[in-house]
């Protein structure tokens, strides 16, 4: 499209967000159980199907739960936990 074209055409509407009340809530039992569990640490160590080991500054989440820990020296762990 040429810029004289593209500056003559009429500009396109906004598009307009709708609420939507199709929108399931988070899974729980068994279904959340299954769902995938994401972690973010500064270092990470793993053995697929046994065990992880997550150091440094540390989030874990899964189906609405969020898990921090942040690392702050000497041995120090300060630790918060969030769940929608």
């Not at 690392?71 to 936990?81: I, M, N, P, Q």
Request: positive net charge.
């Amino acid at each position: 499209m040429s810029a004289a074209l593209a500056a003559s055409a009429p500009p396109e509407a906004p598009l307009a967000l709708m609420p939507s009340t199709a929108l399931a809530p988070p899974p729980r039992g068994d279904a959340a159980r299954a769902r995938s569990v994401v972690v973010r640490a500064d270092r990470l160590r793993a053995r697929p199907e046994l065990d992880m080991v997550a150091e440094g500054n540390v989030e874990f989440r899964r189906s609405g739960t969020v898990i921090r820990a942040v690392y702050e020296g000497l041995g120090e762990v300060t630790a918060t936990f969030a769940s929608s």
